[in-house]
């Protein structure tokens, strides 16, 4: 899939966003290996605290299908700026590609790159068993 066409479906995606509270509708795609994609949208709840971020949403969906390598994450919204995935997320992504390439785009389409070291750099880490099969 080109990157355009994976930015239209994170956009698609962003539609199914639940985001009553906050009224900012996130989409994601992450792209795993073989070519796997995997879509994500935020998800929010009345107790505030429960609500969910799209890449995450998007990331627990692909290692629950048993895809743990990923290249690329397409985060998008509604918004001017260019929405950058929060501090968990950034620790979560992390966990599983230490090289993960991250495109952004805005309400005008715009695009936005950079890489997950870039936004944490000297991320904490334990020795990383979680790619090994356990
Ligand atoms: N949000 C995401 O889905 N991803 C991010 O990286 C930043 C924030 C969501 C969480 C919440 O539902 C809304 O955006 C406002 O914070």
Do not use: H
Request: with cysteine; net charge neutral.
């Amino acid at each position: 899939m080109k990157l355009k066409d994976l930015i239209d479906l994170a956009f698609k995606a962003k539609k199914n966003a639940y985001a009553p509270y906050s009224g900012f509708s996130v989409g994601a795609v992450l792209l795993g290996e073989n070519s796997r994609t995997f879509t994500g949208c935020n998800v929010e709840n009345s107790s505030y605290g429960l609500s969910m971020c799209a890449e995450r949403i998007a990331l627990f969906k692909a290692v629950s299908e048993g895809c743990r390598d990923f290249e690329l994450l397409i985060l998008v919204s509604d918004s001017d700026e260019f929405c950058l995935p929060c501090g968990a997320c950034r620790q979560v992504l992390w966990e599983f590609s230490n090289d993960l390439r991250i495109v952004m785009s805005n309400k005008k389409k715009e695009v936005k790159e950079t890489w997950v070291e870039e936004l944490l750099p000297e991320a904490f880490s334990l020795n990383k068993k979680a790619k090994g099969g356990q």
